[in-house]
């Protein structure tokens, strides 16, 4: 079993910043394929970012230059710095797992911007 806990969300203003973390705990063999999916009200959940491999990222034309994902092997964590953050970023964001072919999901934490 695979577990993962996503923590960090809350209201902000436009322009703040969050930082979501990711814990990842269980039967884990590696972290190499890591994302962080968002899900807004009435929309269908779309990828935000990834990692895989040795580092490779990935990220939504949405949010580039303004997210940044990042991995922390030693704790089994996985991170997503959201700066500037828009009214248009309220979701719901989930972490993500994929491993031996089997998708994992967190249960997701809120994030709301709001003035």
């Known amino acids: 079993q695979v577990q993962l806990v996503e923590s960090g969300g809350g209201l902000v203003q436009p322009g703040g910043s969050l930082r979501l973390s990711c814990e990842v705990s269980?039967?884990?063999?590696?972290?190499?394929?890591m994302g962080w999916y968002r899900q807004a009200p009435g929309k269908e959940r779309e990828l935000v970012a990834n990692?895989?491999?040795?580092?490779?990222?990935n990220y939504a034309n949405s949010v580039k230059a303004r997210f940044t994902i990042s991995r922390d092997n030693a704790k089994n964590t996985v991170f997503l710095q959201m700066t500037n953050l828009k009214a248009e970023d309220t979701a719901v964001y989930y972490c993500?797992?994929?491993?031996?072919?089997?998708?994992?999901w967190g249960e997701g934490t809120l994030v709301t911007v709001s003035s």
């Open positions: 990692i895989v491999g040795n580092g490779i990222v």
């Open positions: 269980g039967s884990i063999f590696s972290l190499n394929f």
């Open positions: 993500n797992l994929v491993q031996s072919g089997t998708a994992y």
